[in-house]
């Protein structure tokens, strides 16, 4: 069964509380948040202080992604906010050896993102020192995405690419995830299911949630 990893861009934040006790209550594995900057992506979201505020409210996993250029800077800001996991952009990151790096030595999880446009092979020298891969299947800035159909065959390609390395790296799927189509994208490899519109514009989110848990 893979994990499932409601992304909060969706949640309603006038509310914030009383939706992250629904995350709690639900089959929900971990928390996805979105960190936007409006220089990597066309889109503001929030920062360390919204997750800091999110890490009162649970136990689960808080897995931070960070859409934003220079992401070394804002490392440790995040870490002592609560993240456990913290993904970044290969896009974003010219040293991104070193970036991962600094994400482990401040004892997170360490994830790498790469966007639509990035081939999977970009990963193969970083492959072995990380613990998971975010598959944009949206292009970032904004949840309510369609899902880009050429990421199924990226899945394949990284579950092999993982397979050849021994790499433990978990493969998490990120945009335009709904219960329609993530049976597939387990199929294809998928480990982790990010899905922002799917849980938070459903009429039942607790529902929608053991849907995807159960795809
Ligand atoms: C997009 C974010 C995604 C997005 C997911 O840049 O990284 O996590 O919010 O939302 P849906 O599932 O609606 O595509
Ligand atoms: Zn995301």
Not at 111 to 137: C, F, K
Not at 160 to 189: C, F, H, M, R, W
Request: charged share 25%; proline share 6%; net charge negative.
């Amino acid at each position: 069964m893979p994990l499932v990893a409601p992304s909060l861009l969706f949640a309603d934040f006038l509310r914030l509380e009383e939706q992250c006790r629904m995350l709690n209550e639900s089959e929900t594995d971990w928390f996805h948040l979105d960190v936007m900057d409006g220089r990597f992506v066309p889109n503001i979201s929030f920062g360390p202080m919204i997750v800091e505020f999110i890490r009162k409210t649970t136990e689960k996993v808080c897995d931070v992604h960070l859409m934003i250029v220079e992401p070394e800077k804002y490392t440790e800001a995040f870490k002592n906010a609560g993240a456990d996991h913290l993904s970044v952009h290969i896009e974003a990151c010219p040293h991104l050896h070193r970036n991962i790096q600094q994400i482990k030595s401040l004892g997170m999880k360490a994830g790498v993102a790469i966007n639509p446009h990035t081939p999977v092979n970009a990963l193969s020298e970083i492959i072995r020192d990380i613990d998971q891969v975010i598959l944009m299947s949206v292009n970032p800035g904004f949840g309510g995405q369609k899902f880009i159909p050429h990421t199924m065959e990226k899945i394949r390609q990284l579950r092999k690419l993982i397979n050849e390395t021994g790499s433990k790296a978990l493969i998490e799927i990120d945009g335009g995830v709904t219960v329609e189509n993530a049976p597939e994208i387990v199929k294809a490899g998928a480990d982790v299911l990010v899905a922002g519109n799917a849980v938070f514009k459903s009429a039942d989110p607790k529902k929608a949630i053991a849907q995807l848990k159960h795809s």
